[in-house]
Every structure is written in structure tokens, then in C-alpha cells.
């Protein structure tokens, strides 16, 4: 069997294929075949298959039998690696649609699948500019892993895409199968939240958006589709970097408007004010989705503008004043009255929170600060883990020690929390009397220069998952049954 291409882009230059012309078609050519005289001119009269033709005599059964639905030919969902998509996307623009992915392996692992569509846009369907629009989100997410890894474990990664950047192009992403997005989560679970859990999210929010801004990263897209919520655990992750502003990049262009999945209209983009920074309109994407967070619903809108003078102040009144102060600065019409980027906004947040805090009694938590700088005294020598604490090993001395730390970024206000602190620190008090040799022994529990701080003792194991005891003799299984109880 001989193939042949064919080119559908009328103006397609051939003449540097010599001999391989004949194996070439024309769109219009191709479209002629089914008449026997074109086919004929084409590919000539002559037929090795005359007197034993596929469809007749004893070919045709076993012809129709290949083609029929049954053993060989049967209804299955498209699996991208080991992951089938839900039937419905979650979420789409006019390029994409986002569906909630499971493994059919293990069935505990979730993740996001993202379908792109190029054949639905006429300036992408032939253009190379595609190659760039679905790269820009893992060329964002390396440079944010090479300079803030932590902030990287709070991002949904790439774990998979396809190898042939089609016109139906796909990627996977690594998602909890506990988290929702902000859209989704304020409709379900939003009036669950107590204020101060709505601020603590506000808080993990911005100094997310702040750590970005460190690192020359402009999301530009945050919104209820890009920021989800763990309700379990007050966790925030973010997604869709893709129409970032980030250095030794392009800007996403023209393509950038197609990139948005919030679905938020800018002051800058109604053109009644001057341009702000990337920096700047991420500071009005922040305060948009912090009130959403704060109050339970979205910003009123004036003309697809969300217009924070629209809020009645009966509802403002509500809430802290120098929040609703903070969030009256970040959505700001004119640019130059807002927050200069994150950095100052998650700075004046905090600035906001602590006046708010002062007017109740506080805890002292002196007694538990210590002049120590985890990176600097307890270095890494094996990372643990990193998504909620850093946990690692660290060399002191001739002893292998662990090392829990939880940054000041993810532990939050310490004179709000201090009533948990302090109860922290009992239950380590407590650890660190006990003298059974069953427990890893707490070496030290303190606030640190970058929150809280925990270094005990390391206990070096085997982990029971894809242990195989098949060969095992009863003396391993009495050793091991022994190991256990003691």
C-alpha cells in the first residue's frame, strides 16, 4: 500500500520535490478521485486485485466482520496516559475547555485535563504563534521553580501533554482531588466560612500574588477559574499561567484576550483610564477575587466593569474597616491610585489585619521566639516534602535530624493564631518529656524567622506501600510483626 499527501493550502510551492511529486496531491485533486476516470489518471488502470477483490467472494465477510461493532471495534473513553476525562468540561474559553480527569489505575489521582481547539480559530489554525501560546504557561511555572520552588509546590504542574501539537492539542495537570475552584467553592461551601477564615484565605491569596511579583511574574488571569481552594485545609493553588507577563518573554499580544479565562473586563481594557503595569492590574484581579472571598459574591459590574462604589455600604459595614479600606485601594479605577504591585498590597494587607487585631487582647508570644534562620542554620540535605511545611533532613553535628518548618507566607497572622501557637507548643512540651524510644524526640519548637519551626529526632523506615512479603520466610514475618509492636 503507497501513500500520498495532500496539501490543502492552495498556495503550496511543490517544485523542490523532484521525483516525490507523484506521491503529492492537490486539495482539488484529491477531491476528484472517486471518479473512475480521474482515479485512473491518477494512479493508473491497472489493479493487482482484479481477480481477488477485498469486498467480494470469500474476502467479504471477514471484511464486514473487521468493521463491525463487536471484539475488535468497541466504544471506549480516550485515555491521555492513564487518565480518562468526566464527560462534562469544567470550564472553557474559545480556545480550551477544562475537564476534571481521573486514573483508571489508581483511583485516588485526579488531575486537570485541558483540551485546546485551534481548529475553532482562523488566525491560529494554520500559525505557528500556537506553538508559543501552549508553551508560555511551562516556560512561566520553570523560571517560578527555579526561583521560588516553594511558591512552585502551590501551582498546578504539568505532568503530561501531547507529543503532536495538533489542532486538538492536550495537557494534564496534577490537581488534589480535594480542591475546588474559587467559582465552584464559593457557590458550595463559601457561607461556611467564619471571618476569619475568609481572611486567613485572603491572606495565603495575596502573599502568593506578592511572591510572583518577586520573581517577575504577572499572572494576569486570576480568577474564580484560576484560584482554587482546599475548604479541608484553607489551602490556595493556582493555575492558568498561560497569559503571563513574565522577562526574556514576548507578551502574549493580540492572542493575550483569547489566554483569559476570568472573564473580567479591566478598567484599562474599557479604555476610560490610562494603561496600568502587568503588576498593577493584578493588584485589581486581587482585590476582585478577595471580595468574592470576603463577602461571598462577585464585585458589581458597570458596563462588564466590576466597580467596587456599587457596593452599598450596609454590606461594607460588615466586615473590618481597614480591610474593606485595603480592598477599596486594590480595585481602583485609575491605575496610579491603586497598589503599585502584590509586594505593597500583601504588605498594607497584613498592615491592615494587625490594626484590626489590635483592638482585642493579645497573647504574648516572645517566650517562643528564637533567633534562628532555618535555611541558613538547618540546611537541606534531603527534601521530604514541601506542599503545606518544608520537611526535610539536616545534618547536625554526626546526627541526622528532621526539620518541620512552616513559613510565615502559610502560617499567617501570629497574633491571631496565637491561642493555636501556644497550644502548639504544649503538645511539643509534651512530646519532648516523653522518654518511651517510640516517638521521634523533639529537639526544639520555636518561632523562627520564617514561622514556625520544629527539629526532632530522624527515625530512618521502609514504607509498607509495595512491600513484598510474597517470598518472605516465618522468621522475616516474625521480625517483621515484632518490628511493629515494639
Known amino acids: 500500500v503507497e501513500g500520498v499527501d495532500v496539501l490543502s493550502h492552495p498556495d503550496c510551492d511543490t517544485s523542490g520535490l523532484r521525483a516525490d511529486a507523484k506521491a503529492v496531491l492537490r486539495l482539488g485533486e484529491f477531491l476528484q478521485i472517486g471518479d473512475t476516470k480521474n482515479y485512473q489518471r491518477i494512479f493508473g488502470a491497472r489493479s493487482f486485485h482484479d481477480r481477488n477483490s477485498l469486498i467480494g467472494g470469500q474476502n467479504r465477510g471477514t471484511f464486514l466482520k473487521f468493521f463491525s461493532p463487536g471484539k475488535i471495534f468497541e466504544p471506549r473513553n480516550t485515555r491521555f496516559t492513564s487518565y480518562i476525562a468526566s464527560e462534562k468540561p469544567e470550564f472553557g474559553t474559545s480556545l480550551y475547555k477544562e475537564y476534571r480527569a481521573r486514573d483508571v489505575e489508581e483511583k485516588n489521582a485526579t488531575a486537570l485535563l485541558r483540551v485546546w481547539d485551534f481548529g475553532q480559530d482562523d488566525d491560529l489554525r494554520h500559525s505557528a504563534e500556537r506553538k508559543d501560546l501552549v508553551e508560555r504557561e511551562r516556560a512561566v511555572l520553570l523560571r517560578l521553580n527555579d526561583h521560588d520552588p516553594d511558591l512552585a509546590a502551590v501551582t498546578m504542574r504539568s505532568i503530561a501533554r501531547d507529543a503532536d501539537l495538533g489542532s486538538r492539542y492536550w495537557e494534564l495537570f496534577e490537581r488534589d482531588r480535594h480542591l475546588q475552584r474559587l467559582s465552584r467553592f464559593l457557590a458550595d461551601k463559601g457561607q461556611d466560612l467564619d471571618l476569619s477564615d475568609r481572611l486567613d484565605l485572603i491572606k495565603i491569596l495575596s502573599g502568593y500574588v506578592a511572591g510572583l511579583h518577586r520573581v517577575e511574574i504577572a499572572h494576569r488571569d486570576l480568577g474564580g477559574h484560576s484560584i482554587w481552594i482546599d475548604p479541608g485545609r ?28 476570568a472573564g473580567l473586563k479591566l478598567p484599562e481594557d474599557a479604555g476610560v483610564v490610562d494603561q496600568g503595569s502587568a503588576s498593577c492590574q493584578d493588584v485589581f484581579l486581587l482585590g476582585s477575587a478577595a471580595w468574592s472571598i470576603l463577602s461571598g459574591a462577585s464585585l458589581p459590574e458597570n458596563d462588564g466593569v466590576p466597580d467596587w462604589s456599587l457596593v452599598p455600604d450596609d454590606v461594607r459595614i460588615k466586615f473590618p474597616s481597614d480591610v474593606i479600606a485595603w480592598l477599596a485601594r486594590c480595585v481602583e479605577w485609575d491605575p496610579a491610585a491603586r497598589f503599585i504591585d502584590g509586594i505593597q498590597a500583601h504588605d498594607k494587607l497584613l498592615e491592615a489585619l494587625r490594626t484590626d487585631a489590635g483592638s482585642q487582647d493579645e497573647i504574648d508570644l516572645s517566650s517562643y521566639e528564637a533567633e534562628i534562620d532555618p535555611a541558613f542554620d538547618y540546611p537541606v540535605t534531603k527534601m521530604i516534602d514541601r506542599t503545606r511545611a518544608r520537611i526535610y533532613t539536616t545534618e547536625v553535628g554526626s546526627e541526622t535530624l528532621l526539620v518541620k518548618n512552616w513559613p510565615d507566607r502559610i502560617l499567617g497572622d501570629r497574633s491571631k493564631n496565637a491561642a493555636k501557637l501556644v497550644e502548639f507548643f504544649a503538645r511539643a512540651e509534651r512530646l519532648r518529656s516523653v522518654s518511651s524510644g517510640r516517638l521521634p524526640r523533639v529537639r526544639l519548637a520555636c518561632l523562627s524567622r520564617d514561622g514556625l519551626f520544629v527539629l526532632q529526632d530522624y527515625l530512618e523506615g521502609r514504607e509498607l506501600e509495595g512491600l513484598d512479603t510474597a517470598d518472605w520466610t516465618s522468621a522475616e514475618y516474625h521480625s517483621f510483626i515484632l518490628g511493629l509492636v515494639e
Open 234 to 261: 484553607l489551602r490556595v493553588v493556582l493555575s492558568s499561567f498561560g497569559a503571563a507577563r513574565f522577562p526574556n518573554r514576548n507578551s502574549a499580544g493580540a492572542a493575550r484576550v483569547k489566554l483569559l479565562g
